[in-house]
């Protein structure tokens, strides 16, 4: 009798404290439940099995092996959140999600090194539970993004994506991984939209985000190509000029600074233009 690998990466995910459930499988790009027009085929839970949906998920070896009893074409997902430890990051190559998650690490930081696994068409990149509940969202993050913790569920490595694809471990783990990276702080705190997140802090009284706008003006200014300086400068000097008129930064500190990234040229030509005070 041949051995069940469906069942098997259930069981295996089980053991290491991550709680599954069965969801319908697919064949000939045809999702198992029936359904002609099914908009998730091969990703959604068994009702039969699972009737609260990722709410039945268990680490139960009894419960599992009569699921797959029941359904053994079943894939194997995983509950995310606090039910099996875990927060994942739905890379989805097809709707750019690469792209975005490398401007995002451009931008907040790159991710730590986390197990992966290899998906239909992208990635899911596992990181550890740290008790702070991150909202499930679709797209939010950035087009191609999704974040699924408590409340969702992703299909486990073992499981079959429509394709034909078998998901697995990424870089040689083999069936387990060791260990799972806390996530990065700008997954955690700003679920929605980074960028949106940020903007929203330009504020009077908004120190905190005056300094890092001026620090990233000086980044983006000694990147700037010879040739295009004088716009660049200009450009940072009005973004700037906002910080000081609401005495987020004081003028002293943005002086000093713009010296030494050769602002000051643009900024005596901003005094001129805008109703405040640098010097």
Partial sequence: MS?????QAALAHARHGRAVLPVYWSRDRRCGCGR???ASPGKHPVPALAPRGVKNATTSEVVIRAWWAYAPLANPAIATGEASGVTVLDVDGDRGGFDALDELEHEF?????TPRVVTGRGEHVYFQFTSVHV??????LATGLDVRCCGGYVLGAGAVHPTGRIYAWKHGLGTEPIAFAPPPAWLIGRPANPRQQLSTQARPGGKGYASAALASEERELLGTPVGQRNTRLNLAAFRLARFVATEALASGDVRQSCWTSRLASAFHNV???RPFRVA
Avoid: D, F, I, Y
């Fill in 3 to 7: 051995q069940n690998l469906l069942l």
């Fill in 109 to 113: 930081g790159a991710l730590p090194s």
């Fill in 135 to 140: 909202k499930n969202t679709a797209g939010k």
């Fill in 271 to 273: 005094k001129r233009r």
């Fill in 36 to 38: 002609t027009e099914c």
